[in-house]
């Protein structure tokens, strides 16, 4: 492998917790279409075609031979293949050489390595989060994110009438299984 791809790998992934046993591998390599919705954590590879929406939780990877039209929310992703559609990547997302992609990008960090096509809009996540931000980024209703904060049962910092929250913590928050 390339020296250069395999940099920008091992930075794409040194940030990523091992995978605990119970994590589920899920690998797609023929044409499919729909809605697809992870709640639990997953690695899931698509190398094959797909069309629909898709919101995941842990990593994404789509394979070099892989043509997606869908709009995708979910955690790390990282591209070889061919994209068209908005991309939220709510930790991180990575395109490699060989990646094309045709659409928005939401992301507090990204990578694009030298060969990527990349037409679109990009928005760089900041590490700060209003209670809405929070709300989508959890996936929880916003007045139980309110009753959290106020009970000091959430990491959080109130500016005024506003609470702010900081994703690292919120992350850090989410992983010690407090939020149940």
């Not at 190398?47 to 043509?67: E, R, Y």
């Not at 209003?130 to 709300?135: N, R």
């Not at 959430?154 to 939020?179: N, Q, V």
Request: glycine share 10%.
């Amino acid at each position: 492998m390339d020296p250069i791809k395999r940099r920008v790998l091992t930075m794409a992934l040194r940030n990523k917790k091992p995978q605990q046993e119970d994590s589920k591998v899920i690998e797609i390599s023929a044409g499919i279409q729909g809605s697809l919705v992870f709640k639990d954590a997953v690695d899931l590879k698509i190398n094959g075609d797909f069309s629909g929406s898709l919101v995941t939780k842990g990593t994404l990877s789509i394979g070099p031979g892989a043509q997606v039209e869908a709009n995708i929310v979910g955690d790390n992703i990282i591209i070889a293949g061919q994209i068209k559609g908005d991309i939220t990547a709510n930790k991180m997302l990575v395109l490699m050489e060989t990646a094309s992609l045709r659409g928005d990008i939401s992301t507090p960090k990204l990578n694009i390595v030298e060969g990527a096509v990349f037409h679109g809009n990009c928005q760089m996540m900041e590490g700060l989060l209003s209670i809405e931000q929070l709300s989508s980024y959890l996936e929880i209703d916003r007045n139980e994110i309110e009753q959290l904060a106020n009970s000091g049962k959430i990491p959080g910092t109130k500016a005024g009438d506003s609470w702010r929250f900081d994703r690292t913590a919120i992350d850090d928050w989410a992983s010690t299984g407090k939020m149940q």
